[in-house]
């Protein structure tokens, strides 16, 4: 059987192609919550943050609007649907926990901040019950009317253990505040008491009230950052009234008598970059042909609806233009927690596209190794360099779990090597394409293994020198001229040949016929300067 793991919570990176970071943009997502018996309901103030958004700057809002609706487009194009994780192919025996543990595309570290002003009232307990119900929601999220059953997004939620400064924690902190009264979209203050890096965490906000309007208690349940592109990355994290944190047939008297934990699922499909189904209202689109997956929630499988309601029993259709009934039962819907229970495959795939987009820092390898999680999940992931050079070491890291474990890799048709460590160095010696296969074998017959199709490049990268040029470059970039042409470089903290060019601040370059630096300027230098003329930009001495 498996051991322990050092991580054992993972993601399996299925067909997923790795894409270039953008720069995080975010909006305010905002859920209100009525106290009453019957439903969840009143005004939505996230439609009216976004309104306020676009009201102080217009051209700011529609961009990072349309940069957002870009990432997804794109994403669709090249990751056709439909967008789940099929339950049914989980393996008998998951890894590092035995059966029965999620299968997950994308693993997520979380951090519970908990603030309150006299006294906490928060458990663990009722954190673990919530990112177990948050986990359970995502893992049964999809209905797939071919098998009658629900499918898995591939999104799993896990406490960190390891805090930024590299010392052990439960996932959880407590700080005694007065912010711990919060007025609704002042995400900032929270930040101000206590924030993780949002490119590794994400950060939850459990506090005692949240006010609509300063001093008057309100009937806020939680908000949430939104992923718009290029519009603020001042905010980002999740909050959360503590009257819905949890199930209440699990933690009782702990939350309110009408919380299933679904508050939480609602604001991180917000955090993910999704919509209500009302977004557009009866505009939004009904097929493909009137631009449903561009209007409204760009969701096509997600019915439109005039405006939001919390029938559940009997759900209305307020919109004409076709017979099927407002989908109160969307987890983005105002149904109660005990009628919300999925998203859609267009909704899943607007998600998977911010976490390949915006969020991809959450659940690359290198910061799941640093997290030293728990979690049980059935999963295999790689990361490192996807393009080298012939002669020259690539580095290639996947999911360490700890002592017990072996992994063994093959470079396209090359001869395998098994080895203790999760990172591999290959050096290859010939240009190609090659997929790259790891089998992670954890002892007792319990093996897991993938094959990462075209996964690595590797081209010559014999130095092509210049004698004259001008350069721009942004922070950490790179690039060699080679007889394969030019290509980024692999590792611009590097310096190891000629025909090499990096940095690692933003700069910018000049130089005359004769190869000779004239001109050098540079973040890191504060001043624009004229450096040692003698010195070329290609000779590498």
């Not at 008057?216 to 905010?235: C, D, E, H, L, M």
Request: aromatic share 10%.
């Amino acid at each position: 059987m498996p051991q322990k793991l050092r991580v054992t919570k993972l993601a399996i990176n299925q067909d997923l192609i790795h894409m270039k970071r953008q720069t995080l943009v975010l909006s305010i997502a905002i859920f209100l919550i009525t106290f009453s018996s019957v439903a969840q309901n009143g005004s939505c103030a996230f439609d009216g943050y976004l309104e306020k958004l676009e009201a102080e700057d217009p051209d700011g809002f529609r961009a990072a609007q349309r940069a957002h609706h870009s990432n997804i487009d794109y994403y669709r194009e090249q990751n056709p649907g439909p967008y789940y994780v099929s339950n049914s192919s989980i393996t008998a025996t998951a890894l590092g926990g035995g059966n029965g543990c999620n299968k997950a595309t994308y693993l997520l570290p979380v951090v519970v901040h908990v603030l309150y002003q006299g006294s906490n009232s928060v458990t663990s307990s009722q954190v673990d019950n919530q990112l177990a119900t948050m986990n359970s929601a995502f893992k049964n999220g999809v209905w797939n009317s071919a098998t009658n059953q629900f499918e898995s997004i591939g999104v799993q939620f896990c406490l960190a253990q390891t805090q930024p400064d590299g010392t052990a924690f439960s996932g959880i902190t407590t700080h005694q505040t007065s912010k711990a009264i919060n007025t609704v979209y002042d995400l900032q203050s929270l930040m101000a008491v206590v924030s993780y890096d949002p490119a590794r965490y994400i950060n939850i906000y459990v506090v005692d009230d949240i006010q609509a309007t300063p001093g008057i208690s309100g009937n806020v349940g939680g908000y949430a950052s939104y992923p718009y592109p290029n519009f603020s990355a001042t905010y980002d994290g999740i909050v959360v009234d503590k009257n819905w944190v949890g199930d209440y047939v699990s933690v009782g008297s702990l939350v309110d008598p009408q919380s299933g934990g679904k508050v939480l699922v609602h604001e991180v499909g917000h955090y993910l970059g999704l919509y209500h189904p009302w977004q557009g209202g009866c505009n939004g689109g009904y097929t493909a042909a009137d631009g449903c997956d561009q209007k409204g929630d760009n969701c096509c499988d997600t019915p439109p609806m005039a405006v939001a309601n919390t029938t559940c029993q009997v759900p209305p259709n307020t919109c004409s233009g076709d017979t099927l009934p407002d989908p109160v039962e969307n987890h983005m819907a105002y149904g109660t927690d005990a009628c919300r229970d999925r998203f859609t495959s267009d909704q899943v795939s607007i998600m998977w596209s911010v976490l390949d987009y915006q969020r991809n820092g959450l659940w690359q390898v290198t910061n799941i190794n640093a997290m030293n999680l728990t979690c049980c999940v059935n999963a295999i992931a790689l990361s490192g360099d996807n393009i080298g050079c012939t002669g020259e070491q690539v580095s290639l890291e996947t999911y360490d779990y700890g002592s017990g474990t072996s992994y063994t890799w093959q470079i396209g048709t090359g001869p395998s090597q098994t080895q203790a460590s999760p990172i591999y160095q290959p050096t290859i010696n010939t240009v190609g394409e090659y997929d790259v296969l790891l089998t992670i074998d954890f002892g007792g017959g319990s093996t897991v293994s993938k094959t990462f199709t075209d996964y690595l490049e590797v081209v010559d990268c014999t130095p092509l020198l210049s004698t004259q040029a001008n350069w721009y470059f942004g922070k950490y970039a790179g690039l060699r001229f080679t007889t394969s042409g030019v290509i980024r470089d692999v590792e611009p903290s590097r310096l190891t040949s000629n025909g090499q060019i990096h940095t690692n601040e933003g700069s910018i370059s000049m130089s005359d016929s004769s190869g000779a630096l004239l001109f050098y300027a540079a973040a890191d230098t504060g001043k624009n300067s004229i450096l040692n003329p003698t010195f070329h930009l290609f000779n590498a001495t």
